[in-house]
């Protein structure tokens, strides 16, 4: 358990870090894009290589497929209904305000679509601890964490919340998100080869559905040409992690 806690305060504390600056600072959007492009680089190495591959060796494909597609429909499903309960009640001509707000960084729907996108990605970090350490999920996580609290922050700032509640609400933030590394390790621990194959296959279908749905469009959109360089840089430098 106190891996799984260390591991968990240090892919969160990012959160505290994008936010403090984020209270002082408003970085353009182009960087932080080029960040979640880094960031997405290397979660898809370290699912490719070490959570699905795992999933793989110890379930085989019918039990890792079925986890990593279970996983990807139920952030899908959740995902769109906070969409709907974030963007249903506008009107048409400010539907697409309020959908970025969302995404991008708008008060508190942007807390709970970070929060959305933390949560499979801690879980799967502490479901790998089961099967042993995983440093390259550990910087993949800490690197998509840091450019979303970022803007988070300054959104709230702008928004006219005071620089201490900003903090403070991303420190409540990083501690749930802490804490679903220290749950994703219990519940795994006690699962036989078979269950866990599906345990991890559904965290990295999670994790993978996030990726398309969050972090490459807003990478795309806003961080080129230098996106697919930071994409391919985040890949290499979590794959010799796992090396």
Known sequence: MLDALLYGLAASSALVIGAAIGTRYTPSRHVTSILLAFASGALISALAFELFEEAFELGGAARAGLGLLAGAAVFVAVDTWLDRRVVGESGPEEREVVKEGARGGVGWALLAAVTLDGVPENLALGVSLVEGASLSL????????????????VAMRTGGLAAKKVMGTWIACAAVLAAMVVFGESVAEGLDA???AV???FAGGAVLASLADTLMPEAYEHGRPWNAFATAAGFFLSFMLAA
């Open 138 to 153: 550990l910087v993949a996580i800490f690197f998509s964490n840091l450019p979303e609290a970022l803007v988070g922050a």
């Open 199 to 201: 345990a991890l296959g």
């Open 194 to 196: 078979s269950v866990l």
